[in-house]
């Protein structure tokens, strides 16, 4: 059974920094994509960014280039988002996802391509 948990989720001020952690388990998390969505209330779940088993390769959704950095480590079972420079806009609840497939070169960039996901871990940012 795969477990995905995030946290570091909070209350920050606009302009400020986050880092969120998702923590996976039942299986062997190295072999596996990684992603970041967010879904502000009464939206769609939108992609964040995306990470592929090794760390090679990595996508961010334009409104976050520049600001967040997707990283992994393997050794810990977790994947990470920092954030900078939060904005208003960026408050939302963040998923954390994981495909099926092992070691795909390139990471999904959409909800479609995840097969497991964490409960979410509400960011907001106060302008």
């Known amino acids: 059974q795969v477990q995905l948990v995030e946290s570091g989720g909070g209350l920050v001020q606009a302009g400020g920094s986050l880092r969120l952690s998702c923590a996976a388990s039942g299986r062997t998390f190295s072999n596996y994509a990684m992603g970041w969505f967010r879904q502000h209330p009464g939206k769609e779940r939108e992609f964040v960014a995306a990470i592929n088993w090794s760390g090679g390769r990595i996508y961010y959704a334009d409104s976050v280039k520049g600001r967040f950095t997707i990283s992994r480590d393997n050794a810990k079972n977790t994947v990470y988002l920092q954030m900078n420079s939060l904005k208003a806009e960026d408050t939302a609840v963040y998923y954390c996802?994981?495909?099926?497939?092992?070691?795909?070169?390139?990471?999904?960039?959409?909800?479609?391509?995840?097969?497991?996901w964490g409960q979410g871990t509400q960011v907001t940012v106060s302008s």
């Open positions: 996802a994981s495909n099926r497939t092992p070691r795909g070169a390139t990471p999904p960039v959409t909800k479609g391509g995840y097969d497991y």
